[in-house]
């Protein structure tokens, strides 16, 4: 018996963790997944967001949880996995949404600017992933849910360390998902057309840019934050069962223009 749709689309009985979830799209996600049903643990380096997250979650009248640390920092990635599993356990799913985008022009990108976007952007999702999938293999059953870009396969104006970055994001989510799925650990990437986040702040502070940006997709607009909530559903539930190494864009049609 196949089960029903809201099984499907359920999170009841998961644990997600999501980085970069006290802002912007992370926090949607956030309060999206905890909505469907996950105990969701916050993840960000401002506390006060972080709270202010969590409590919004409760006050909705679902559990979460926050840890504020700095992902930059490589060498204290385990102790901060320990500290993510605490409030509820090893987390089913992974959303790595924490990220930077500095926006030098081109010959202004220095290479501490280089090291340090690829660091929280690219190798932090990585790391983390290999932290928390072997258990998720153990079960049988994890979600990894990247944070690609249109900027995965576009350039844009003092972006080029954003870029690369999310480009890689975008393999990165294929070779993870060509070595855990087989243990039911599937990992895709929701890649954001333009959305109004403080990421993007310096694009929307221009009303000119941000209605050409619009003017590029197909659907004749940018992003609004609950653009992302059926993506995020989607590939965190049982729902995605059979979709794996898969980028999905939630521009727009931009990047189908
Ligand atoms: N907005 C868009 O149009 C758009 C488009 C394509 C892709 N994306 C991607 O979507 C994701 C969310 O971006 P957003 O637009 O929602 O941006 P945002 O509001 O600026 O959020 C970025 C998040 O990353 C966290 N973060 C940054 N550096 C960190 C570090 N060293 N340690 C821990 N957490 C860190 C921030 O928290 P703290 O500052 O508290 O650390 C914040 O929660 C990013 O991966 C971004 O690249 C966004």
């Known amino acids: ?3 029903s749709l809201s099984a499907l689309f359920s999170l009841a009985g998961r644990v997600a963790v999501v980085t ?3 802002s912007g799209l992370g926090r949607t996600v956030a309060q999206t997944l905890a909505a469907a049903g996950a105990d969701v643990v916050v993840v960000g380096r401002d506390r006060a967001r972080c709270e202010a997250t969590v409590r919004a979650i409760e006050a909705d009248g679902h559990a979460a949880a926050w840890v504020d640390c700095d992902l930059s920092h490589r060498a204290g990635l385990d102790d901060h996995v320990v500290r993510f599993a605490k409030p509820f356990g090893m987390p089913d799913i992974l959303v790595n949404a924490a990220g930077i985008n500095p926006r030098p022009p081109i010959e202004a990108l220095d290479a501490q600017t280089w090291d340090r976007t690829l660091e929280v952007n690219l190798t932090v999702p ?3 992933a290999q932290a928390v999938a072997p258990t998720m293999a153990q079960r049988g059953w994890g979600r990894i849910l990247n944070f690609a870009s249109l900027q995965s396969v576009r350039a844009f104006g003092r972006s080029g360390a ?6 890689g994001v975008a393999q990165l989510t294929r070779v993870l998902a060509e070595g855990w799925s087989p243990r039911g650990v599937n990992v895709n990437a929701i890649a954001p057309g333009f959305f109004p986040t403080p990421m993007t702040q310096p694009v929307f502070d221009d009303p ?5 940006l ?4 197909m659907i004749g607009r940018n992003g609004a934050p609950d653009d992302v909530r059926g993506a995020a559903v989607f590939l965190a539930s049982r729902a995605s069962d059979y979709v794996t190494g898969q980028v999905l864009f939630v521009d727009g049609g931009f990047s189908a223009g």
């Open 20 to 22: 970069g979830g006290n």
């Open 214 to 217: 619009a003017a590029r997709t």
């Open 162 to 167: 954003y870029g690369v970055s999310k480009a």
């Open 208 to 212: 000119a840019r941000a209605q050409a």
């Open 1 to 3: 018996m196949s089960p």
């Open 126 to 128: 990585f790391l983390l």
